[in-house]
């Protein structure tokens, strides 16, 4: 019977070292997560056109001939999406519209 207790109380032991060894890796889990806080928000990107548009108070129309066009379109003629030009709804289609145009008449 002494073997026996013995071979239990280093049973235990070791189950009580792999418990704190758990706590210990769970607790730096959990500092890291509190020292990496999320960044804050950026703020929304406001439609270049409709700033342009409130200032000149110009009707909602972009042109063909327009030399920013090249900005909204990729080296291989694809036009970027509204999350990457920050563009509102209407003037993306605008501008899509604009840019075949310009494309068909080969200024882009």
Do not use: W
Not at 30 to 43: F, H, L, Y
Not at 57 to 82: A, H, M, N, T, W
């Amino acid at each position: 019977m002494g073997e026996n207790l013995s071979t239990r109380e280093v049973i235990e032991e070791l189950n009580r070292q792999e418990n704190r060894q758990e706590n210990k890796a769970k607790k730096n889990a959990s500092e890291a997560n509190e020292e990496r806080k999320r960044a804050p928000r950026q703020k929304r990107r406001v439609c270049a056109f409709c700033m342009e548009k409130d200032e000149a108070k110009r009707p909602l129309y972009i042109d063909y001939k327009d030399p920013r066009l090249k900005k909204y379109v990729s080296e291989g003629g694809k036009i970027f999406p509204r999350r990457q030009t920050g563009l509102c709804a209407a003037h993306q289609r605008e501008l899509a519209r604009a840019v075949k145009i310009a494309k068909s008449m080969g200024l882009l």
